[in-house]
């Protein structure tokens, strides 16, 4: 049930842009994008609802394609402190109670100057 | 609120030897769930719980236990570590209620099995 993500790494200048997929192979309910620093623990951004409106938080917005199972990360005019691993984290059904979130193998993303 | 912690923070163990890696939170939190987190792989999820006394099984439980008997503790047990269980292990937990969108993580326990 793992979602499959893309790029694996990808590596910035200061101001460019970079765009993060994930797809799964099922039906999706919803899904959640976590950034984790090195060291650190992931921290949630933000999640995308079937149904929902795109998301934004700040230059980092995203989108969920109900119907590609796909849901895509923005990163706009990157900054040093974008750097990290990218998760996003899926669900198969409505949550009404306890919804296991299955993750995909992240994105190692690197701003430089 | 100390949200998420886990102890200890690095531990190097011996093949064969048990181990318990501690999980508590303060949020009342019904939901609380391991991951382990191997280079290449992501987050797997290892055990969850959807409240005390329940628990069940996640992607890859082989070789770990768990149980929770208070809503803030969730412990991981290894019973004979094995150097493939050398990995981060992250505990995490979230409400269970429908607008309980995000997952809180502890800071994660490094483990080494020589």
Known sequence: QQPVQSPQAVILREGEDAVINCSSSKALYSVHWYRQKHGEAPVFLMILLKGGEQKGHDKISASFNEKKQQSSLYLTASQLSYSGTYFCGTENFPKTGANNLFFGTGTRLTVIP | ?114
């Open chain 2, 1 to 114: 609120n100390a949200g998420v912690t886990q102890t200890p923070k690095f531990q190097v163990l011996k093949t064969g030897q048990s181990m318990t890696l501690q999980c508590a939170q303060d949020m009342n939190h019904e939901y609380m769930s391991w991951y382990r987190q191997d280079p290449g792989m992501g987050l797997r999820l290892i055990h969850y719980s959807v409240g005390a006394g329940i628990t069940d099984q996640g992607e890859v439980p082989n070789g770990y236990n768990v149980s929770r008997s208070t809503t803030e503790d969730f412990p991981l047990r290894l019973l004979s570590a094995a150097p493939s269980q050398t990995s981060v292990y992250f505990c995490a937990s979230r409400g269970l209620a429908a607008t309980d969108n995000e997952q809180f993580f502890g800071p994660g326990t490094r483990l080494t099995v020589l």
